[in-house]
């Protein structure tokens, strides 16, 4: 019988590899992508543990590639959803009265696992399924992985560490319970790392999870459930179903154990979830936990005392990495006047040096995006902007989807701060700047904060303390995550909680405490050591 508070192993970030000429771990890289893509796997959806297939098909494809065939996923319907449900609640009271420490320790598992033997597969399975160059698949499907892992597990044990003060004659306490019922993860294509802390997040505090990954990242979310059951996580714990999401939905959000939903994706079927929920309300046993993170048009500002270099590499790398498909990726800029010439300079001198091309030729730089949907979307809002008298196309424009999804990085410049690039998300790697008039900083940031539903990451930069300062004020809630002289993304697990608010979610701050004490339901203990008998109080004398 454990009799002993535990103290997990002190979280440090995961070191991210090189990847440089010669290195082991780009060998193991290379070998790791070339016997991926010589097979064709058939992915199944995981139920209670077992492999579930229906026949029903769907193929898979690189999108850098998308004439080769990475093989197949099994795609489930409404009934499926429904056993993934059931077996979630089979395993809930078995896994909810698990010892947090033996939670913790199998989770500590697939940090040290993916650190080691599945770093290379992970990645490599994250180049192939959602085309990221070797760089951006490390710090995504290992190391931010990694890192969620490793910190939940330390958080988690501070949270139950956690405790009320006791009173003369009374010894008070706190449990952490998990949610009565189960947790509907639903997971973006974009980072690996996500998908699976969505669903490990939750879990590690006792729930039991329905999973629907996004259809273009089910390739990776394969080695993830691998991950997971390779590290011991029991049966039940947490089901992989591949469906349609108002299908999936419309099982999910009419059941009454329905306890709470971890989302990352659109803005819009966000909102729409969220009204699902509210008119079911009525039919479940609790409220359920709602934790989403959404969408971003976010902001680099520039004041005329900023460094023209640093601003342009900011651009560049907040823009144009993984292709601008990151909630986070900087879409639109604002510089001052007396800059501007210098920094676009840079830019256009830089962004012609940026290889386009497979994630599989490490130099690279920019890959293809994720689908044709998404490919036709940007296409759409390069086409409009070249009709458009009020803005014009200064780097790139250019798209070809006859071999893979590739689209140009592209630097539109406009003349009018509402301009329809300036206003909404494309997810992609196109950025359009605006010039300021030097001496209007804080109308130009009055501007930014009003030009935008979205509130998630944004920057300045400036060697004027009292310019940050400014800044730093104005927009206190443009952005749930702000830089200071860097590029808008980046995040770290311990060092910068994520999230934001307005239109870009519940800023619940996954990497943080703040995230994991959503799934818990708290009950609180007060034992009175010496009970009264008299119900008289000195008062009534």
Known sequence: MANAFFIPPAAVNE??????????EKEDLL????????KQIDAPMVIGGKEVRTGNTVSMHPPYEHAHNLG??????????????DAALAAREKWANTPWQDRAAIFLKCAELLAGPFRAKMNAATMLCQSKNAFQAEIDAACELIDFLRFNVQYMADIYAEQPESGEGVWNRLEYRPLEGFVFAITPFNFTAIAANLCAAPAMMGNTIVWKPSDTQIYSAQVIMELFQTAGLPDGVINLVYCDGPEAGDVVFKNPNFAGLHFTGSTGVFKHIWKEIGTNIDKFKT?????????????????????????ATGIIRGSFEFQGQKCSASSRAYLPSNLSDEILDIVKREVATIKVGTPEDFGNYVNAVIDEKSFDNIAGYIDFIKTQDDAEIICGGGYDKSVGYFVEPTVVLTTNPKFRTMCEEIFGPVVTIYVYDEDKYEETLELIDQTS???????????????????????????????INDKPTGAVVGQQPFGGARGSGTNDKAGSYLNLVRWVS??????????P??????YLG
């Open 31 to 38: 070998a790791a992508v070339a016997e991926l893509r010589a």
């Open 522 to 531: 708290p009950r609180t203990f007060k034992e009175t050591l010496v009970t």
């Open 287 to 311: 409220y359920p936990r709602i934790v989403g993170e959404t969408g971003g048009k976010d902001f680099i500002m520039a004041h005329k005392s900023s460094v023209p270099a640093q601003v």
């Open 72 to 85: 197949s996923f099994h795609m489930g319907n409404a009934s499926h959803v429904q056993d993934a449900i």
């Open 15 to 24: 070191p991210i590899l090189s990847y440089a000429p010669g290195s082991p």
């Open 453 to 483: 539903d979205y509130a998630l990451t944004g920057s300045i930069f400036a060697t004027c303390r009292y310019a940050i300062g400014t800044a730093t004020d104005k927009l206190q809630n443009a952005a749930g995550n702000f830089y």
């Open 533 to 538: 008998t008299d119900y008289r109080y000195p």
